[in-house]
């Protein structure tokens, strides 16, 4: 079971687009070659294509690396 545990994401750790990939569809933190910032995007698979990324905004991206988002704030519920 511990090879399992170690593929999985850690929280707050990058994940190249080389070692891995967020489930389809999912909102992720990504970085886009060639650029120092950092956004909310998704990925998809397009026929054809492969995996293609874009922002909350619908625009394509080349990512570099991804990380899940954390958890809403959830005040003080208990």
Known sequence: ???????QPKVGEWI???DG?????????CTEAGT?????GWMTNVEDLGSCWFDDAGFSMQVEAWMPLPEPYRGDEE
């Open 1 to 7: 079971i511990i090879p399992l545990v170690e593929m």
């Open 16 to 18: 190249s687009v080389n």
């Open 21 to 29: 990939l967020p489930e389809e569809g999912k909102n992720v933190l």
């Open 36 to 40: 120092q910032g950092i956004y909310v």
